[in-house]
């Protein structure tokens, strides 16, 4: 039998995407008044791999990733995605756009191996977190870059989001070796 352990922290990783600024700077305030400050802030990524969500979100999609500061325990994800379920249903009722989704957050992490992604939506390559939500190994990390697995979305596989991640990805490895250092003092 083996031991059990307590998991790695991990950085909380979130994906918003919207034609309306006003909806990602919503979404931006609501997200560092839970979670804090931000450590690191992506280009808003013009969003361009499929016209999936234009019935439901509108032409012209921008998406910005979102880092924060403050590393998280990696079993906070369910609730972190009903979290970030509630505030698409919040601005979808006040923001008096005519999509019926005009704001999109998908939150998941970075550890040193893997991007995670939650998901309320079941499939073959994913695993029940409970409380309605999935979760998915997105990327993951060899040989020195994210490699993709066959269900990657087709826009997590573009290098402009992988350099993203890349320095999201240091960040973390720095934060954990502050911690570790400062553990042994």
């Not at 307590?6 to 990602?24: C, D, I």
């Not at 234009?54 to 990733?65: A, H, I, V, W």
């Not at 990805?169 to 553990?183: G, M, Q, V, Y």
Request: glycine residues 6%; negative net charge; aromatic residues 14%.
């Amino acid at each position: 039998m083996g031991d059990i352990n307590t998991s790695q922290s991990v950085l909380l990783l979130l994906a918003a995407f919207s034609r309306y600024e006003k909806a990602l700077e919503w979404a931006l305030d609501r997200s560092v008044a839970l979670f804090g400050p931000l450590a690191l802030e992506s280009p808003r990524f013009e969003f361009r791999e499929t016209e999936y969500y234009t019935p439901s979100m509108g032409p012209e999609l921008l998406k910005p990733f979102w880092a924060f500061e403050r590393l998280v325990d990696p079993g906070m994800l369910a609730e972190i995605k009903r979290q970030t379920n509630a505030w698409e249903a919040e601005y979808a009722a006040v923001s008096g756009h005519n999509e019926p989704r005009p704001l999109n957050l998908d939150p998941g992490y970075i550890g040193l191996g893997k991007l995670v992604l939650a998901s309320t939506k079941d499939h073959a390559h994913r695993i029940y977190l409970g409380q309605g939500i999935y979760a998915e190994v997105t990327l993951y990390y060899k040989d020195g870059r994210w490699q993709q697995r066959e269900w990657t979305f087709a826009d997590y596989r573009r290098d402009d989001y992988q350099a993203f991640f890349e320095e999201c990805r240091a960040t973390l490895k720095r934060k954990l070796a502050i911690a570790k250092a400062e553990r042994s003092v």
